[in-house]
């Protein structure tokens, strides 16, 4: 029997880079996955390949920063799958600026989808949880949610918000409800999130940690994910934080 045979997972934000890899990782060991993103046709087209290779998987179309449909998903879920036991609140952007080029409007965006939209997908999952006392939430912070660099003000405040939620979690909901938190915080992934920089100046700061056979692939971070999630019970990995092993800062 594989690890995950009988789980269900949602993962947000499965439309490309780690999401995807994630979704796939989890397939492949026997998860039943929700793969949901804003792109209704990439999930589509991601569920048809698991179903290809023998998985299980359900696409949902979901928005991180509308509540309303992050239940949605938690329902669908439910009611396909029989309950949930795995969250990995993956949905995120990275749109880096300097700050004296007020681009103040993906400075909102990255707080309502990095931030607000972990708390909607904790909130949507958590009466699961909490009722069955078991489940695993993975977040997805950053190396940028330990240190600073010029341009992410606001994208490593997002990630220093992800992180000091995650762990008030653990001490709050392990303990007591076995649910089980683990923070991912990877280094230089080559993911479609680099090509979401509209700041030049943000991005040539950044460009050099992000090249092709250097920086992290998705898969890499799916796999540190899956190790994780893959644990016994009384297992609770907290923290990992990985980095291309060329990565410095």
Same mark, same amino acid.
């Given at each position: 029997? +594989?690890?995950?045979?009988? +789980?269900?997972?949602?993962?947000?934000?499965?439309?490309?880079?780690?999401?995807?890899?994630?979704?796939?990782?989890?397939? &492949?060991?026997?998860?039943?996955?929700?793969?949901?993103?804003?792109?209704?046709?990439? /999930?589509?087209?991601?569920?048809?390949? %698991?179903?290809?290779?023998?998985?299980?998987?359900?696409?949902? &179309?979901?928005?991180?920063?509308?509540? +309303?449909?992050?239940?949605? /998903?938690?329902?669908?879920?439910? !009611?396909?799958?029989?309950?949930?036991? #795995?969250?990995?609140?993956?949905?995120?952007?990275?749109?880096?600026?300097?700050?004296?080029? $007020?681009?103040?409007?993906?400075?909102?965006?990255?707080?309502?989808?990095? %931030? !607000?939209?972990? $708390?909607?997908?904790?909130?949507?999952?958590?009466?699961?949880?909490? @009722?069955?006392?078991?489940?695993?939430? /993975?977040?997805?912070?950053?190396?940028?949610?330990? !240190?600073?660099?010029?341009?992410?003000?606001?994208?490593?405040?997002? !990630?220093?918000?992800? &992180?000091?939620?995650?762990?008030?979690?653990?001490?709050?909901?392990?303990?007591?409800?076995?649910?089980?938190?683990? #923070?991912?915080?990877?280094?230089?992934?080559?993911?479609?999130?680099?090509?979401?920089?509209?700041?030049?100046?943000?991005?040539?700061?950044?460009? @050099?940690?992000?090249?092709?056979?250097?920086?992290?692939?998705?898969?890499? #971070?799916?796999?540190?994910?899956?190790?994780?999630?893959?644990?016994?019970?009384?297992?609770? /990995?907290?923290?990992?934080? #990985?980095?291309?092993?060329?990565?410095?800062?």
């Amino acid at each position: 029997m +594989k690890p995950l045979s009988r +789980k269900t997972a949602i993962v947000t934000g499965a439309s490309s880079g780690i999401g995807q890899a994630t979704a796939l990782a989890l397939a &492949r060991e026997g998860a039943n996955v929700v793969a949901t993103a804003r792109r209704f046709d990439r /999930v589509e087209d991601l569920s048809r390949r %698991i179903e290809q290779e023998g998985g299980s998987s359900l696409p949902l &179309r979901c928005d991180v920063r509308e509540p +309303k449909e992050v239940e949605n /998903v938690v329902d669908v879920a439910c !009611k396909r799958f029989g309950g949930v036991d #795995i969250l990995v609140a993956n949905a995120g952007i990275m749109p880096l600026s300097l700050m004296r080029h $007020l681009h103040v409007a993906e400075w909102m965006a990255t707080v309502d989808v990095n %931030i !607000k939209g972990v $708390l909607s997908s904790i909130a949507a999952v958590l009466p699961v949880f909490l @009722e069955q006392k078991s489940g695993h939430i /993975v977040t997805l912070s950053s190396v940028a949610g330990r !240190k600073l660099f010029p341009g992410s003000a606001v994208y490593c405040a997002s !990630k220093y918000a992800v &992180r000091a939620l995650s762990e008030g979690l653990r001490m709050e909901l392990s303990p007591s409800d076995q649910i089980r938190v683990t #923070i991912i915080e990877p280094g230089a992934v080559m993911t479609e999130l680099l090509g979401t920089i509209t700041d030049p100046e943000a991005l040539q700061g950044i460009r @050099e940690n992000f090249q092709e056979g250097k920086a992290l692939r998705a898969e890499d #971070i799916a796999s540190a994910i899956l190790y994780a999630v893959t644990q016994p019970p009384h297992v609770n /990995v907290n923290e990992i934080l #990985i980095r291309p092993t060329f990565q410095e800062l």
